[in-house]
């Protein structure tokens, strides 16, 4: 006979919530989110069920200060669950600052924990500055790398994936290095990073293809123009290629590829004239960043792999000097959420 009052059985995993970290409260994080929420709501398949993480006093004043800028289409934060971590010192929207940088920092700590526990079965960021976490004494290149921490892994990647407007292909980029100086890139790449990332930009495209094609940028101009612009291409890069593809002869690889022709074929696919690769891995941040903002700034999704669960967050920063005004944008963090709810 059960137990009155025991605990209810677990939730199966896609009923599960998706965990929000609301970013740094001087930023528009909390504007997106509510929007976000408020847009998908109105959808046949409706918003995701989520729990935001935190203050709960700062995003009332938050909500309130939108409705008053003349935001009508907001979620309610008091019809959503909470996890209140409150705000030490006060944060006004735009001024960037120590006190925001805890806050965010704070945030997404608890909002990782509560997937790691199995509370929720994703996790979604909303932006946050690296400076202000600075301040706060947080010395992390970016939320990727203290989600790693969290989570105990040694490293995990950066994807950036957006569906396209008419649906069906994905515009799908890998980053093999992430937020270090340009000056370093080419000490920290190698061929068992390149095999790395290539393994998981395969897994991700595995999802949405048996056999995918996947391409790879060079690092120096022209892909190194045989010897004459730079030699990682043809010492390194290429055979480390090679190698890979004799291990996976299921997959169609393509690179070192000239970077500056290597996304060509995506920015035709994105305007509907014909087929793009299922997926890109760029070798440093604009390299790969410059295409996919180009095209989908506001569809793309910043994805995290190799931790124990998915992470999306919204293609974009702070916009501290807009924080307030009501005129944020919410189609990228739209798309994080939708995102973390199919993925996952």
Request: net charge neutral.
């Amino acid at each position: 006979m059960a137990k009155t009052g025991a605990d209810p059985p677990p939730l199966k995993p896609d009923q599960r919530p998706l965990a929000i970290a609301l970013g740094d409260p001087a930023g528009i994080g909390a504007e997106v989110t509510l929007k976000a929420l408020a847009a998908l709501a109105r959808r046949p398949e409706g918003a995701p069920a989520v729990v935001l993480v935190g203050c709960r006093r700062w995003l009332s004043q938050t909500h309130r200060q939108l409705r008053g800028a003349g935001c009508s289409l907001l979620a309610d934060p008091e019809a959503l669950a909470l996890e209140d971590v409150p705000i030490g010192d006060p944060v006004a929207a735009g001024a960037a600052g120590a006190a925001g940088g805890a806050a965010g920092f704070a945030w997404l700590s608890r909002a990782a924990q509560l997937v790691l526990e199995g509370r929720c079965r994703a996790l979604v960021t909303a932006p946050i500055a690296k400076a202000a976490w600075q301040l706060a004494g947080h010395s992390y290149p970016g939320q990727t790398e203290r989600l790693a921490q969290l989570c105990g892994v040694a490293e995990a990647s950066m994807l950036f994936t957006a569906r396209h407007p008419s649906g069906g292909w994905r515009f799908n980029t890998l980053l093999a290095t992430t937020h270090i100086p340009l000056a370093e890139v080419p000490a920290a790449l190698s061929p068992a990073l390149i095999e790395r990332q290539l393994e998981r930009l395969l897994g991700f495209c595995r999802r949405f293809s048996e056999r995918p094609r996947l391409v790879v940028a060079g690092l120096n101009p022209h892909a190194g123009e045989a010897g004459h612009l730079g030699r990682e291409e043809i010492d390194w890069l290429g055979p480390c290629l090679q190698a890979w593809q004799q291990r996976h002869p299921e997959v169609l690889l393509e690179g070192p590829q000239p970077p500056d022709s290597a996304f060509l074929e995506a920015a035709a696919a994105w305007r509907g004239q014909g087929q793009a690769a299922d997926g890109f891995l760029a070798l440093y941040h604009d390299q790969g960043l410059i295409p996919v903002k180009l095209l989908a700034f506001d569809r793309a999704v910043n994805t995290t792999l190799g931790l124990p669960f998915l992470r999306t967050s919204p293609d974009h920063g702070t916009a501290f000097a807009i924080a307030g005004k009501g005129i944020a944008r919410s189609a990228s963090m739209e798309a994080a959420l939708e995102t973390a709810a199919e993925l996952s």
